[in-house]
């Protein structure tokens, strides 16, 4: 599977990961300046920052979401004076 990854950092290799678990470690800020890469199958290790730039990013995956269920508007309270009461007859 062409998708694995090996890690080296301090020259111990590390792996294999999936591609997408690298592009995490990166987000997470778990790769340091020192770590290199290289796909399963190569012999060169890459800088992960170079490896980054060449790795074909996933396609987003497009989901739909259902419209958020917003209050209705209120309209603003006024303060009107209460009006009387009025007697009925008996």
Wanted: net charge positive; proline share 9%; hydrophobic share 40%.
């Amino acid at each position: 599977m062409k998708d694995l990854v090996y890690l080296s950092r301090a020259f111990v290799e590390f792996g294999p990961f999936a591609k997408k678990e690298i592009l995490d470690f990166q987000k997470r800020g778990i790769l340091t300046d020192s770590d290199y890469l290289r796909d399963e199958g190569s012999e060169s290790w890459v800088h992960y920052q170079e490896w980054l730039t060449v790795v074909p990013m996933p396609e987003p995956k497009l989901v739909k979401k259902a419209p958020a269920k917003t209050p209705a508007a209120k309209a603003p309270e006024t303060k009107t004076p209460a009006a009387k009461k009025s007697k009925k007859a008996a």
